[in-house]
């Protein structure tokens, strides 16, 4: 699950990157298509519950 949670984080680092690339683009015009602020958001959803699963105590 560790794998799982440190390839969301990447999915959500590589979103952000996206995004800040899109907001600082310079033909205003030039608009994507992909919801990069969501997809990062399901990224660190992803990256979040995969390591609470992972780190949890065993009983």
């Not at 794998?3 to 030039?30: H, K, L, T, Y």
């Amino acid at each position: 699950m560790l794998i799982v949670s440190a390839a969301g984080a990447a999915v959500a680092v590589a979103a952000e990157v996206a995004d800040w690339r899109r907001r600082n683009r310079r033909d205003v015009d030039a608009v994507g298509f992909m919801p990069w602020r969501g997809i990062a958001l399901v990224g660190v959803a992803v990256a979040l519950l995969a390591a609470a699963l992972a780190l949890r105590p065993s009983p």
